[in-house]
Nanobody, 124 residues
Framework: QVQLVESGGGLVQAGGSLRLSCAAS????????VGWFRQAPGKEREFVSA????????NYADSVKGRFTISRDSAKITVYLQMNSLKPEDTAVYYC?????????????????WGQGTQVTVSS
């Protein structure tokens, strides 16, 4: 059974950085596209970034372009979300999701496997 585990969340001041990690077990992760989504209290879950299974193609929400970078390690075991210049509006629970042989999809409905989420809090 595929399981995803996020890590790296925490509390940071505005302007600071965090790196989130998404690791998989029970699956050959290298064939999976991975998306990052976030959900703030009282808001819908929204797309943040995604990377396709090859690692060659990425996608970003306009709100994070130029500040966040998604990547996967050379062994394709872990996917990272480097978050720089964080803003209070980035505060949310961040989830990674995976789908085999997919592109860097922004639609959460196209991902069948989800992690439990990690909290990111940015103070002003």
């Amino acid at each position: 059974q595929v399981q995803l585990v996020e890590s790296g969340g925490g509390l940071v001041q505005a302007g600071g950085s965090l790196r989130l990690s998404c690791a998989a077990s029970g699956v050959t992760f290298s064939i999976y596209a991975v998306g990052w989504f976030r959900q703030a209290p009282g808001k819908e879950r929204e797309f943040v970034s995604a990377i396709d299974w090859s690692g060659a193609n990425t996608n970003y929400a306009d709100s994070v372009k130029g500040r966040f970078t998604i990547s996967r390690d050379s062994a394709k075991i872990t996917v990272y979300l480097q978050m720089n210049s964080l803003k209070p509006e980035d505060t949310a629970v961040y989830y990674c999701a995976a789908e085999p042989f997919s592109g860097p999809d922004y639609d959460p409905n196209n991902y069948r496997v989800w992690g439990q989420g990690t909290q990111v809090t940015v103070s002003s």
